[in-house]
């Protein structure tokens, strides 16, 4: 495909959101495209399948070429023959009934037999673990299981284009690094052409990439080799995060130029690299930090079940104390929104009860729950339902008869908070999906309330946000003592920000101790799905010790942003 100098605009924008943007992919590349928040890459994978300018309209100047075909005059029908897309946000891409007919739903369009498209159905059901769930509405799919279920609709139908939007956001660990296995699969077998657009560098270099493309500020800043870009500081300078054995590898000051391989975990190397990590990494044992206050909410002896759906827990007890910072893991499936929804009431457990600060939360309505414990769900677009960011913000708070003078000064401090503040007289759907999210977790915070479980927070976010944001929770945390659940699948975030993780396994809680503790035992990071960092890899491989050597650096680079 090519990109010859190509501008675009939005209808809604008053400036182009694209900028003189030139690129060739060669048929079988495969392409990351990074970049912060906002900079554009949505926009410019948008226009790979077509959608820009076929079904959402802007000015655009210049010419895009893809499998041959000028975009601006092809169908969007035509070009969608050639590029298969998984969507940042899967759930606008479901069209049927039950998961297995959309993942069937590319080759009915092609007009392939019954019996080879339930073969095929089968086999990538099978390849992406959605087995047991083909006969179920797509829309009460797990996050995850949406995820999978998109991709499997996409993969199915062996497009020369793939385009994916974020494809990990919403994967476990494990799953995660078995997508990357099962893309990489595909472009080698079928010399496929890939193009990923994900903020999870590290997580996509587990598998080689041939090009990295930067864009900052809706141009692009750079496009060249991983061992290329890995060697500059290019991340850094556009807010996003490099991977995390590469700051460790700066850290300890090991020359970058001297090292070989310096995309690939497994072959990385230089003479005396080990020496150096070790001299550099200091003896040192965390404190767990485990119970630092009182019961603030416990459950005792729950069981769930969904009405012809999966047992989800059983005699299930857990207590989060005050204060607490936890991180919620496990595998797509086990149950972690579940468990949200009824520590906020969204729905009814079976049998148990479920009290906060010592009241049963069965007393008490909705409402009433909301203002003690905040929720952000996974997916911004469940939340919202005001046209401006302001009115959203401001929504709890008026059904909540608050005067106007102290929602306007409240809602303000939060939009600040979260980055909005620029953008408050915006209407929200012209922002990206990362910005949508800090509108969510805005509208929570300014309710002020005592628990706030986040799934996936930093979901869809750069290095800067993340950074901002969890910082900015961590430091409520510690002024204001409010207890934070994270639902994640980010074992970056999981180390440096919880100082308790538990994991769920079927039925209930497999393992509750501290993130490091957990990442250390392998039969553990295999239950639940989780998966070694970079850090980990890299210790192993040079025989550090990887609990140590991973504090270490988290704790380096901890300082680093505190200061
Ligand atoms: N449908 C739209 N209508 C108007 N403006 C839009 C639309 N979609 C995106 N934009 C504008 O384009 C900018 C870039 O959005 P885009 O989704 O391409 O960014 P991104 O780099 O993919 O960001 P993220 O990592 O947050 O998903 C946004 O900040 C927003 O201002
Ligand atoms: N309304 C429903 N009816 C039937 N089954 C459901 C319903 N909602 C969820 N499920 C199933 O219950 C299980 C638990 O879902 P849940 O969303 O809690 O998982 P999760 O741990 O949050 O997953 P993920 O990591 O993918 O977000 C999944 O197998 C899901 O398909």
Same mark, same amino acid.
């Given at each position: ?63 895009? *070429? ?16 050639? %590029? ?136 692009? %800043? ?111 499936? %086990? ?110 915070? %300014? ?85 070694? *960092? ?15 050597? *991973? ?13």
């Amino acid at each position: 495909m090519n990109f010859e100098n190509v501008s675009f605009q939005y209808d809604s924008q008053a400036e182009p959101t694209l900028y003189d943007i030139n690129l060739k992919i060669k048929r079988g590349e495969k392409v990351l495209i990074v970049g912060p928040s906002g900079s554009g890459k949505s926009t410019l994978g948008n226009l790979i399948n077509g959608l820009i300018p076929h079904a959402i309209s802007g000015t655009l100047t210049g010419k895009v *070429t893809v499998a041959g075909v000028d975009v601006n005059h092809a169908n969007l029908f035509d070009l969608s023959l050639h %590029v298969g897309t998984v969507l940042q946000d899967p759930d606008t891409q479901f069209v049927s009934l039950t998961a297995a007919e959309d993942i069937a739903f590319a080759l009915e369009n092609d007009a392939v037999n019954n019996v080879s498209m339930k073969t095929k159905v089968k086999e990538w059901a099978a390849k992406l673990d959605l087995e047991q769930q083909l006969m179920q509405n797509p829309q009460t799919l797990s996050g995850g299981q949406k995820q999978r279920n998109a991709m499997a609709g996409v993969l199915i139908d062996e497009g020369e284009i793939l385009l994916f939007d974020e494809p990990l956001a919403a994967l476990d660990p494990a799953a995660g690094e078995q997508a990357m296995a099962l893309i990489n699969e595909l472009h080698q077998q079928l010399g496929m052409t890939v193009v990923m657009i994900e903020h999870r560098i590290e997580d996509v270099l587990t598998q080689p990439v041939d090009r990295i493309i930067v864009m900052s500020n809706g141009r692009i %800043v750079a496009d060249a080799h991983p061992e290329d870009i890995l060697q500059t500081t290019i991340f850094k300078e556009v807010g996003l995060r490099e991977p995390l054995y590469i700051e460790a590898l700066k850290a300890a000051q090991v020359p970058l130029a001297s090292v070989k391989d310096l995309s690939d975990m497994a072959k990385i190397n230089s003479p005396s690299l080990g020496e150096r990590l070790q001299a550099w990494q200091t003896h040192t044992t965390v404190t767990p930090d485990k119970s630092n206050g009182l019961p603030l909410l416990t459950l005792e002896n729950i069981n769930f079940k969904y009405t012809n759906g999966p047992q989800i827990f059983k005699n299930f007890s857990l207590a989060i104390n005050q204060g607490e910072m936890v991180a919620l893991v496990g595998k797509n499936g %086990v149950g972690k929104t579940t468990l949200s929804q009824l520590i906020t009431g969204f729905v009814s457990p079976n049998a148990g009860t479920i009290k906060f600060n010592g009241i049963d939360l069965a007393t008490l309505s909705v409402k009433e729950r909301a203002d003690k414990i905040g929720y952000v769900m996974q997916d911004p677009n469940h939340m919202i339902s005001k046209i401006m960011i302001r009115d959203e913000v401001a929504l709890g708070l008026e059904l909540r008869g608050i005067k106007s003078a102290e929602i306007t000064r409240r809602v303000d401090e939060v939009l600040k908070i979260c980055g909005l503040y620029a953008f408050r007289n915006w209407p929200i759907s012209a922002l990206s999906f990362g910005q949508k999210k800090r509108v969510t977790i805005a509208s929570i915070l %300014v309710l002020k309330p005592q628990m706030i479980i986040l799934d996936e927070p930093t979901a869809g976010q750069d290095w800067a946000h993340y950074t901002e944001m969890m910082q900015f929770l961590k430091h409520l945390n510690a002024t204001t003592g409010v207890t934070l659940i994270f639902v994640t699948h980010d074992m970056h975030l999981m180390l440096e920000y919880a100082n308790r993780t538990i994991a769920l396994g079927s039925g209930g809680i497999l393992v509750d101790d501290t993130p490091a503790a957990i990442l250390a035992n392998e039969q553990v990071v295999a239950e639940a799905s989780l998966a070694q *960092t970079s850090l980990y890899k890299l210790a192993q491989r040079f025989k550090l010790d990887p609990v140590n050597f *991973t504090e270490q650096v988290i704790k380096y680079e901890m300082r680093g942003q505190n200061e």
